[in-house]
Nanobody, 126 residues
Framework: QVQLLESGGGSVQAGGALRLSCAVS????????MGWFRQAPGKQREGVAA???????IYADPVKGRFTTSKDNAKNTLYLQMNSLKPEDTAMYYC????????????????????WGQGTQVTVSS
């Protein structure tokens, strides 16, 4: 059974930083695309960042230059480094994964991903 477990959320002041982690277990595929999504109260879930099997990344415009995603294949862990946080970054953050052959990019589309974590809350105060 595939499980994704996020951690690292918390409360910070604007301008601060957090690093989210997503540990993946039970995944038997050797290649995987992974992504980060977020959902604020009253808003739709939106894509934040994604990384494909080749390590290529894509970011949503609001986070470009501030957020960086990476994965440690040896640890089966995905990371999201968030710098220069803004109050509008406040949301529940989710990681997602799906089998993904090499050469296929990972879009910022929730429907592309088949496995989801439970989420971790990020709150940024002004």
């Amino acid at each position: 059974q595939v499980q994704l477990l996020e951690s690292g959320g918390g409360s910070v002041q604007a301008g601060g930083a957090l690093r989210l982690s997503c540990a993946v277990s039970g995944y038997t595929y050797s290649t995987v695309c992974m992504g980060w999504f977020r959902q604020a109260p009253g808003k739709q879930r939106e894509g934040v960042a994604a990384i494909d099997s080749d390590g290529d990344t894509i970011y949503a415009d609001p986070v470009k230059g501030r957020f960086t995603t990476s994965k440690d294949n040896a640890k089966n862990t995905l990371y999201l480094q968030m710098n220069s946080l803004k109050p509008e970054d406040t949301a529940m953050y989710y990681c997602a994964a799906v089998y993904c052959p090499r050469g296929q990019g990972a879009p910022l589309a929730a429907g592309f991903f088949g496995y989801w974590g439970q989420g971790t809350q990020v709150t940024v105060s002004s």
